[in-house]
């Protein structure tokens, strides 16, 4: 390159026609490219510094400036921006930017993996029996209420429920539990108890006529309390409804 460099276009170092469009393109790069092309514009603007504050460039051209460390930068600064397929190694580096932001998106904001056991679902309080260590007869939804409720049962209960007997011997019990229900984080549209809303007992026993006698509770809350027997006919009809239940049949 043989081209005279003046003083008031060095020192312009953006206003000169040939090298002005270098600082421009290389603006426009620094905007889109971001860290991809800071190296390349630092080099160009500390080229620009230097032989604009010295007094040698007024007389010389950028090859007798070679013993210079900047002019080997500067003229890669303007090679780089007038070679034809500059835009497209400015759209491949664009790109690639692009795509490491999108390899390394949440790189620093990892989402904790939703845990395997559903503690919401837990029975916190004081109860007769852990129904959640018996085995199901069956399952029910209510949409309306969005709940979802497991009938349990003991071994005497599980035995009779699946014999297909319907009266449970002296003995059995069973448990009602009810949930709320809630999305499944583990999968998509999915519904999974949630919080406890109520755990219903009914014990079973024969009186001297040899016909049963139902002995019902029903605990509620969080913690799980005793709720009050006030009422003997609904605590009469809700134990008729548990054992009416029918097994689930299994495959």
Known sequence: MSARMTRSSLAACGRNDRFGKCGDRLEFSRTQ???????????????????????????????????RPCAKD???CHHFCQAPDFRHRLLAMLLAGMLAAMACWGCGHTRAAPSPINDRAALTGSLPWNPLRWMVITSLLDNGAATMSTLYGNEIAVKAARSGSHAYPAGAVLSL??????NDDHWFGAKIPGLVKSVEFVSVSYGLDHQPAYSYQSYQGSPLTKASASDSNSAGSRAAYLVSLRAAVLP
């Open 33 to 67: 490219v971001q860290q991809t092309a800071r190296p390349v514009i630092a080099k160009f603007r500390a080229c620009c510094d230097e032989l604009s504050h010295t007094e040698r460039y007024e007389n010389d051209t950028l090859d007798s400036l070679h013993d």
């Open 74 to 76: 500067f003229r890669e």
């Open 177 to 182: 539990v009810t949930w709320t229900k809630q």
